[in-house]
């Protein structure tokens, strides 16, 4: 398998990938309970105007429109019998933008999760499993992904299911969890052992990391963790832009350029290889971002304290906090009836 990853954070040193899919199709028009997968064939425009938006703010790597992309999620629309084609165009779209930008930028294959629960919690199998997502991704090898960028994941069980998945293909690829409960995944998982989730598979992936969760402080904390348990690794942050908040009936990102500007400081001092946005990032946001980049040189590694006092509380560090409090609760009433 090549490693355009390597290949580029060589010449780079560290790598911007995109912005928010979902969040902006909204608002170039995709409604609520719509398949932004559909695009791909309905508004194939449209598509290529997210993409090329995100290449002229500056991403090195940009994600192909095929997140729902497998057999599982693609049947809600009835789709379910056209995988590979809507795949194949996701990338193709993706593979047309790339290919013109006058500069090398990689077109990752967006895998995200099934939505099926695998065995024994729910009915779907593991082999079930790297059968669906090895549909998805032969799909996008044959648009022209150059990379399965599994991401959203919860559960370490459905991240080897994709990797061997990408792998059966012969496609690299990477990984990102989503650490949105208490600092976990919601199955479990802690930032600091995504390293090992795929071990003892016989191709070991480009990149690992985190994406999505509840906000920049979090997800930056959740990048101490793995950079510190694996100092070596291409870790990879798409954080979401700030905080979700409603407005009426729409949803608002809290974060402005200038605070995903600083985000993306703190990450490289952190240590990732690979920085994006999430939920809520727009191109205005990664164009900052990517001015940021260019004009850091790294500093010293951030403590949780200067994240937060630089970016904002961690939703994710007071849930724990009022966890702990809770149970001491607990313990103190049954204390106090003793």
Known sequence: MTNPIDALLAEKGVLLADGATGTNLFAMGLEAGEAPELLNETAPDTITSLHQNFVDAGADIILTNSFGGTRHRLKLHHAQDRVHALNQRAAEIARAVADKAGR???????????????????????????????????????????????????????????????????????????????????MGLLPKDIHGVVDGL????????????????????????????????????????????????????????????????????????????????????????????????????PTVETIVERIGPMRNKQATENTAETSEARRERRRSRA
């Open 104 to 186: 090398k930028v990689i077109v990752a294959g967006s895998v995200g999760p099934t939505g099926e629960l695998l065995v024994p919690l729910g009915a779907m199998t593991y082999d079930e499993a790297v059968d669906a997502f090895a549909e998805q991704i032969e799909g996008l090898k044959a648009g022209g992904a150059e990379v399965a960028w599994i991401e959203t994941m919860s559960a370490p069980d459905e991240i080897r299911a994709a990797a061997q998945a990408a792998i059966r293909v012969g496609l690299p690829y990477t990984y990102t969890g989503s650490f949105d409960t208490a600092g976990r995944t919601m």
């Open 202 to 301: 016989s191709q070991a992936p480009l990149g690992v990391g985190a994406n999505c969760g509840v906000g920049a402080s979090d997800i930056l904390a959740s990048l101490l963790d793995m950079t510190e348990a694996k100092p070596e690794a291409t870790v990879i942050v798409k954080g979401n832009c700030g905080i979700p908040e409603f407005r009426g009936t729409e949803i608002h990102y809290s974060g402005t350029p200038e605070l995903m500007a600083d985000y993306v400081r703190l990450a490289v001092d952190g240590g990732a290889r690979i920085v994006g946005g999430c939920c809520g990032t727009s191109f205005q946001h990664l164009a900052a971002m990517r001015k940021a980049l260019d004009a850091h040189t790294r500093s010293d590694r």
